[in-house]
């Protein structure tokens, strides 16, 4: 059994989960990915962790009576596998106290602006209509706000002049592939420390 057990949230493609997948494979971590809880059940990200041997939650929100329902059900498979770590990867739904308390700390999101700028639904198309000539990733600890806590890292992304909305998309999630699965590595080092608002990232150990 891996020393640092992750669960992914995820409502579309997955491709940063597949990113999540293939990094662990790469760098031979001692990190696992115990569950995918998806809230779109034809969703891509379910064939991606199926190849995986990956276990799946899926479930349709309309079929609880709450979001508080649906949220106690993922909690207490949460806890069956001993999750150290919830990733949210293009979850496409805001969380409440039901995930949040149990998990404050150790629930990360990524979001495709530089935080606090566009939040919220298409990011991406949001910076890009606004005529910003800088935009970029964030990953950020999940409050019950929508995109609202409190930050790990951010990465720049310029908007050159030529770029059609598809080539800032491809620029934006080649940034994504390959900080989320950074923050994930920090934070299974216990290198990340929160307080507050603030978010220190102490230095990796040296041998
Ligand atoms: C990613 O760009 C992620 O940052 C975004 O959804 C996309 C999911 O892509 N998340 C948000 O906008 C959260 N507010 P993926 O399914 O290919 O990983």
């Not at 990200?45 to 079929?63: L, S």
Request: charged residues 25%.
């Amino acid at each position: 059994m891996s020393s640092f057990r992750i669960a992914v949230f995820a409502s579309g493609s997955g491709s940063n989960f597949q990113a999540i997948i293939d990094h662990i494979q790469e760098k031979k971590l001692d990190l696992s990915i115990e569950l995918l809880v998806c809230d779109k059940p034809g969703a891509k990200v379910i064939e991606r962790a199926e190849i995986a041997n990956i276990p799946v939650f899926a479930f349709r929100p309309k079929e609880y009576v709450s979001r508080e329902a649906y949220e106690q059900e993922i909690v207490k498979e949460l806890q069956k596998k001993q999750i150290d770590l919830i990733v949210l990867a293009g979850y496409m739904r805001l969380v409440t106290d039901t995930l949040v308390k149990p998990y404050y700390g150790k629930m990360i999101n990524i979001h495709p602006s530089l935080l606090p700028s566009f939040p919220g639904l298409d990011a991406i198309g949001q910076a890009y209509e606004y005529g910003v000539k800088v935009t970029g990733v964030t990953v950020h600890f999940v409050d019950n706000g929508m995109d609202t806590g409190p930050i790990i890292n951010q990465e720049s992304v310029i908007i050159e002049e030529s770029d059609t909305l598809e080539q800032l998309e491809n620029n934006i999630h080649k940034v994504e592939h390959r900080i989320y699965s950074e923050v994930i590595d920090w934070i299974a080092e216990g290198r990340v420390q929160l307080q507050d608002r603030k978010v220190n990232v102490l230095p990796q150990k040296v041998n």
